[in-house]
């Protein structure tokens, strides 16, 4: 008897299939952390850039107070 075959028999187009899905996974997954590592880059920078503006502005207070600190 001559049957259609199913998809489940041909296996090397399911493999094919899993590959390609497990691929595509790792490729957003890949995308997303890249995104997180360019974010947290510019978090650090901008930090960093507030911390060296509020030391300064701390320092002028001081001087300015004649280093009472009030």
Do not use: C
């Not at 996974?25 to 360019?38: E, K, Y």
Request: without cysteine.
């Amino acid at each position: 008897m001559n049957t259609i075959p199913t998809w489940f028999e041909h296996v090397d187009l399911m493999q094919a299939i899993i590959v390609l899905l497990f691929a595509a996974f790792i490729w957003f997954s890949i995308r997303t952390l890249r995104g997180i590592d360019v974010n947290q880059r510019e978090m650090f920078k901008r930090l960093t850039s507030l911390e060296r503006d509020f030391y300064t502005l701390r320092g002028e207070h001081k001087a300015h107070h004649n280093g009472d600190g009030k």
